[in-house]
């Protein structure tokens, strides 16, 4: 089975300065996708932003970037110019399929 | 429109009890899903519907019983439930199964069940 890994259990920034969460994952297939969803307090999860591993290129959306090593099966979230309506749970998911996999998750607390 | 509904938003249930679960879409998608998820825990996947046809069941106790009776509606009926599963239930959408890269799951708010 894949396993998604999520090594930072809490993170903090500073309003307007930039953080990275960490992910890593685990598979044998070379045709998957990988997702950053993030879950306020209202718990709806909510797609951030995805990546074809077959693309090389990184995605972006906005404030939020990936940095993704597909030989390193790292896939890390950039938030630039945080703000206070960021602060939430961040799931990293690997999907093949109809199977999607979550990490564990990374709470991030924007200080004002 | 990326909406995904589910209701009740709060459910309390006695462990004799039956009770159902409703999730609905009308972004005409093919794939519907039920995860589970434990306070501070990421959601686990307990089924996934593709065209109205259960797809997988990750060996989910039988006191949980899925329906899909329509492309749009996805139920779970709840039956001699555990406190044990007690939790967030999310439903999700999704345009197919596929490994399209257009598959996006789109969660809705969930239920949070509590079993006394």
């Known amino acids: 089975a894949q396993t998604v890994t999520q090594s930072q259990p809490e993170m903090s920034v500073q309003e307007a300065e930039t953080v990275t969460l960490s992910c890593t994952y685990d598979t044998s297939e070379s045709d998957y996708y990988l997702f950053w969803y993030k879950q306020p307090p209202s718990r709806q999860m909510i797609l951030v932003i995805r990546q074809e591993a077959y693309k090389q290129q990184n995605a972006t959306e906005n404030r939020f970037s990936v940095n993704f090593q597909k030989a390193a099966k790292s896939f890390s979230l950039k938030i630039s110019d945080s703000q206070l309506g960021d602060a939430a749970m961040y799931f990293c998911?690997?999907?093949?399929?109809?199977?999607?996999?979550f990490g564990a998750g990374t709470r991030l607390t924007v200080k004002p | 429109d990326t909406e995904v509904t589910q209701t009740p938003k709060h459910l309390v249930m006695g462990m004799t009890n039956k009770k159902s679960l409703k999730c609905e879409q009308h972004?005409?998608?093919?794939?519907m899903y039920w995860y589970k998820q434990k306070a501070k825990k990421p959601p686990e996947l307990m089924f996934v519907y593709s065209y109205e046809k259960l797809s997988i069941n990750e060996s989910v106790p039988s006191r949980f019983s899925p329906e899909c009776p329509n492309s749009s509606l996805l139920n779970l009926h709840l039956h001699a439930l555990q406190p044990e599963d007690s939790a967030l239930y999310l439903c999700?959408?999704?345009?197919?199964?596929?490994?399209?890269?257009?598959?996006?799951?789109?969660f809705g708010a969930g239920t949070r069940l509590s079993v006394l």
């Open positions: 998911a690997y999907r093949r399929g109809d199977d999607m996999r």
């Open positions: 999700a959408s999704s345009q197919d199964n596929s490994g399209s890269a257009k598959n996006i799951q789109y």
């Open positions: 972004m005409g998608h093919r794939a």
